[in-house]
């Protein structure tokens, strides 16, 4: 969840409907963005692709080079990154967990719940806590996808 003792920004291009409440998100979904933490000076690039409907997401990070996939219906969640050991070097690896009765694979949703949110054109959302004023921007547009044949 954003709302973490860290600010976070979350710049998102997504499918949503301008109105006078926040927008209400579909359950199927492409979003891509900036993760930006100021203060320990990281920007990381993601891509997301979700579908929680079919218990499936697909997380991105630095252009595809690490994936994660969260897959409800096979209750199990994959992790696809380069790595480098003793025998093998910049090798592709594919790291596999299991869910569990108790502790099942779910898909990850990025977008933020906006419960008690008002629109206000630009929305901010400030809390104080942990010896920071941390402050939630979330801008949305909408978007039309062309495809070529």
Known sequence: MLKSAVPVVVALLLS??????????SS????????????????????????MGAGKSRLDF???MDRVFQRGDLNAAFKVVPFT???AENKVGC?????????????QSVLPDLTGFTLRGEEEEEEEGGGRNNIYLLFS???TLLRTT
Do not use: R
């Open 16 to 25: 949503s409907v301008a109105s006078a409440s926040p927008p209400t998100w």
């Open 28 to 51: 199927k979904y492409t979003v891509s963005g900036l993760l930006t933490i100021p203060f320990a000076e990281i920007e990381e690039p993601f891509a997301a692709f979700v579908d």
């Open 62 to 64: 630095y252009g595809g």
């Open 85 to 87: 050991d003793e025998e």
């Open 95 to 107: 790291f596999a967990v299991n869910g569990t009765k108790e502790s099942p694979v779910e898909p």
């Open 141 to 143: 547009t909408t978007t």
